[in-house]
């Protein structure tokens, strides 16, 4: 089975940057995902990690260490409209499972003027 | 592009009724996922399907069925709600190839007085 732990909620200032840190525990590991989801809607796609190290895409950046079963989501120049939740997700690595994914709790960001 | 259409957006059922929630995409997609999320929490897995045919159980299959008579269609059938039934429920697709991009319906959201 999956086990994912990420933090329930953080509070950063707008402008700052914030972490949000994500560990999990597999019985099989292809790959990781970020989804933003603000209230009352759908996720959407953030960034992708399946080899270790760092993917940077604009603002957000996100890490893996498959060794340490540790991923982070990194937000800088925090603007508003990225209060928000931010799940993390891993998939299944079985080929059977298609496109399987397990999410943590996700962690709600607030951002203050 | 229609992309992965829910239907209904919302829905209120008295305890003891059945309904369908309708799941459709039009890209050609093997896998499709069922998911319902409750409040302040990530989402978790009912059911899956990697090509038209084939069903598996998630992580909560109880209290819902589902079939794949199609590519297109992926319909989660509630036979006698519940309470614990209230939830937003999000169908989600993605190619056969294990892609990164899996997309997301706009959510259903069900509640069962």
């Known amino acids: 089975g999956q086990n994912i732990d990420q933090p329930t909620e953080m509070t950063a200032t707008e402008g700052a940057i914030v972490q949000i840190n994500c560990t999990y525990q597999?019985?099989?590991?292809?790959?990781l995902f970020w989804y933003q989801q603000h209230a009352g809607e759908a996720p959407t796609f953030l960034s992708y990690?399946?080899?270790?190290g760092l993917e940077e895409k604009g603002r957000f950046s996100s890490f893996l260490s498959r060794s340490k079963g540790y991923s982070y989501l990194l937000l800088k120049e925090l603007q508003m409209k990225d209060s928000a939740s931010y799940l993390c997700a891993v998939r299944d690595k079985r080929k059977a499972a298609g496109n399987k994914l397990t999410f943590g709790g996700g962690t709600r960001v607030l951002v203050k003027p | 592009n229609a992309g992965v259409t829910q239907t209904p957006k919302f829905q209120v059922l008295k305890t003891g009724q059945s309904m369908t929630l309708q799941c459709a995409q039009d890209?050609?997609?093997?896998?499709m996922s069922w998911y319902r999320q409750d409040p302040g929490m990530g989402l978790r897995l009912i059911h899956y399907?990697?090509?038209?045919?084939?069903?598996d159980q998630g992580e909560v299959p109880n209290g819902y069925n589902v079939s794949r008579s199609t590519t297109e269609d992926f319909p989660l059938r509630l036979l006698s709600a519940a309470p614990s039934q209230t939830s937003v429920y999000f169908c989600a697709s993605t190619g056969q190839g294990g892609g990164n991009t899996i997309y997301f319906g706009e959510g259903s959201w069900l509640t069962v007085v």
């Open positions: 990690n399946v080899l270790d």
């Open positions: 399907s990697v090509g038209a045919g084939i069903t």
């Open positions: 597999t019985s099989g590991f292809n790959g």
């Open positions: 890209m050609n997609h093997e896998y």
